[in-house]
């Protein structure tokens, strides 16, 4: 697969904006930052670049959600490691993580709850469901999310919060190391 093609294929678009995000944490970091990083431009062009052109080819809803499948599937597996594999610890870090979101997002149209209701589905998606299950399960609370008219603006968003956070957690598994977390972004593009 060139790169030109992993980019434009939804998997290629999250593991890109997860090693852009990853690494900016790792900068961050070894600056002795704290708090977030300062927003990546070219990451957030990288993710709107993808949903235009899925959304030129009429693809926008079906690609933005594989996306967003790719980025929560990627954070679940990432959290799980920091918490040492326990599932009842990742249990707990989902619902208190959730309430935070849930109580930090009070507007008219918060994203952040929709993520953790597609991101439950993710991580409790213990059974071997069939993808085309998981991915009806995954479909309600997305599509519900993009407004008539909004849809590139209400997955970008979605995508969004789910790359901001997951990054965050790739940067703090390879130990805030740029060159561990290139080497693990290739490979996983491969």
């Not at 961050?28 to 062009?45: D, L, V």
């Not at 009429?58 to 326990?86: M, V």
């Not at 008539?148 to 969004?160: C, F, H, Q, V, Y």
Request: charged letters at 20%; aromatic letters at 6%.
């Amino acid at each position: 697969m060139t790169e030109t093609t992993a980019r434009s294929h939804p998997r290629g678009v999250a593991l890109a904006l997860l090693r852009m995000t990853a690494q900016d944490e790792a900068t961050h970091h070894a600056a002795g930052g704290e708090g977030p990083p300062p927003a990546n431009m070219t990451m957030y062009g990288t993710l709107t670049s993808a949903l235009r052109t899925w959304q030129d080819s009429g693809t926008l809803r079906p690609n933005a959600l594989l996306l967003i499948e790719w980025l929560a599937t990627e954070w679940a597996g990432y959290r799980r490691q920091l918490l040492g594999q326990d599932q009842e610890r990742f249990d707990s870090w989902l619902g208190k993580f959730g309430d935070e979101v849930s109580l930090g997002q009070r507007h008219a149209h918060p994203a952040g709850p929709t993520c953790m209701e597609l991101l439950t589905v993710v991580a409790m998606d213990r059974s071997g469901d069939r993808p085309q299950e998981r991915a009806a399960r995954l479909a309600i609370p997305f599509l519900s999310y993009l407004r008539a008219g909004s849809e590139l603006e209400d997955a970008r968003e979605i995508a969004l919060s789910f790359t901001l956070w997951a990054g965050a957690d790739l940067s703090a598994l390879m130990q805030n190391d740029a060159d561990r977390i290139a080497g693990y972004t290739a490979a996983r593009t491969r």
